[in-house]
C-alpha cells in the first residue's frame, strides 16, 4: 500500500517505520504460534528471569530470519520483475537491523503482556459476559 501511494519515496523513514511494526507483530505473532503447537513455552510458563530474557531472543531470531526473507523477496521482484524496490546493500542492512528492534520490542510486549497476566482466556469471558448482560453493543 506505502509503494501504491507513494509513502516510500514522500517520508523518508516510512519504510524504517513499517518495518519495525511489522516485525515486532510477526515475531510476537509468529512465537504464540509456536507456543499454541508446543513448540515453545506458553507465555503463563515462563516464570524465571532467563526464560522471560530468551523471549525477547527468540523474538529477534525469528524477525531476522522474517526479514530475511522479505529483503529476498525485495531483490526477487527487482530483479525479476522489474519492480521498483529500493535495494541497495545499505537499506537491506537498515532494514534487518530495523527488524531486528521491531522484534525484540514485540517480545518484550510479551513479556508484558505474560506478566501482567493477560490471557486469550480472561479477554474471552470478560467479553462474552460484557455481551450477555447488554452492556457492549452488537454489529
Known amino acids: 500500500m506505502g509503494r501504491f501511494a507513494g509513502l516510500y519515496w514522500l517520508w523518508d523513514p ?28 506458553d507465555l503463563r510458563d515462563l516464570h524465571g528471569k532467563l526464560q522471560r530474557a530468551a523471549l525477547p531472543l527468540l523474538a529477534g531470531v525469528l524477525g531476522l530470519a522474517m526479514g530475511a ?15 521498483q524496490v529500493i535495494t541497495s546493500y545499505g ?15 514485540g517480545g518484550g510486549m510479551l513479556i508484558i503482556w505474560a506478566h501482567q497476566r ?18 457492549l453493543s452488537s454489529g
Not at 519504510?15 to 513455552?41: F, K, N, Q, T
Not at 526473507?69 to 519492480?83: I, K, P
Not at 537499506?91 to 530495523?98: E, G, I, N, P, R
Open 14 to 41: 516510512f519504510d524504517e517505520v513499517i518495518h519495525l511494526a511489522m516485525m515486532g507483530c510477526l515475531a510476537s505473532l509468529a512465537y504464540l504460534l509456536m507456543a499454541r503447537v508446543d513448540l515453545v513455552p
Open 69 to 83: 526473507l522479505w529483503e529476498v523477496y525485495e531483490w526477487f521482484v527487482a530483479t525479476y520483475l522489474d519492480m
Open 91 to 105: 537499506d537491506a542492512m537498515t532494514d534487518l537491523l530495523v527488524d531486528l528492534a521491531g522484534a525484540v520490542l
Open 118 to 135: 493477560w490471557s486469550n482466556e480472561t479477554a474471552a469471558r470478560d467479553g462474552y459476559r460484557r455481551r450477555r448482560s447488554g452492556s
